[in-house]
Each structure stands twice: as C-alpha cells, then as structure tokens.
C-alpha cells in the first residue's frame, strides 16, 4: 500500500515513484490501459502474481484514483482519466530509459509496439514478455 507518512518527501515526483517502484502496480497500469480485463484475464498477464498480490494491488490502486472502483458493464477493470494518464508518461519512460540502456551498450534500441486491442490473450500473454525489459 503507498503510504506517505514524512512531509518532506510530499512530492509530485516521489508519489508518483512511489506508484511506479512497486512491483506489480505499474504493470496492471499498463495492461488495464490497454483494455479492461477481469482478474482471470489479469493472472495470465502476470503469471508471477499470485491472486492475493493482484486483488492487493488493484485495491491499492483504486484507493490512488487510479483504476475505477467499480467494475465496467463487461466485469472488467478500467482505469480512471488520471490512472490513463500515469500510464501514459510511464510507458513513455519506460521506453526512454530502455533506450538509454540500449546506448550505454551500443545497441540499436527495438522499437516498442503494442499490440491490436483485439489480440488474443495467448497474443497479450506473449507480448508480456516483450514488456519484461521494460519493466524489470
């Protein structure tokens, strides 16, 4: 859970890395960015988590404003404007500092691409080991 309990550090910036250094967090922004998935969907997205630490995560984030707290239509998880947002500028980081990665060690950085919104889930799953060098 994020927690800010020392005013000094009552930052934009710190909050927001707060959010982004946890393990699982920034993940689930990016895949409920892309389109809304149920918890089934989400453990295969992120094989590695188990349930406890996704229902976790998700509670954490619809505490920050960032996901919607209440399911869509479909029983699915969506984002608020704001978590949008975040997940936005975080990718765009994300795909920054590989870049700069990629030129400390003189490699023609890939270039990232996300899949259709309608791909399949063993597509996405698949795909989720691509984002493995951006999020780890």
Known sequence: MLIMTNA???TGINFALQVLSNEWQPRLLFWLGFR???????????PNATDTTIEH???CLQKLGIMNPIKDDDHKWT????????????????????HQIDD??????????????????????AYGKTLDKYFH
């Open 36 to 46: 809304p998935f149920d918890e089934t969907e989400l453990q295969q997205l992120l």
């Open 79 to 98: 984002l608020t404007d704001a978590g949008a947002s975040l997940r936005d500028l975080m990718f765009s980081l994300c795909i920054w500092g590989r």
């Open 104 to 125: 400390e060690e003189d490699r023609i950085p890939d270039e990232i691409v996300e899949p259709e919104k309608q791909a399949s889930m063993k597509e996405l799953v």
């Open 57 to 59: 995560n998700l509670t």
């Open 8 to 10: 000094t550090n009552k």
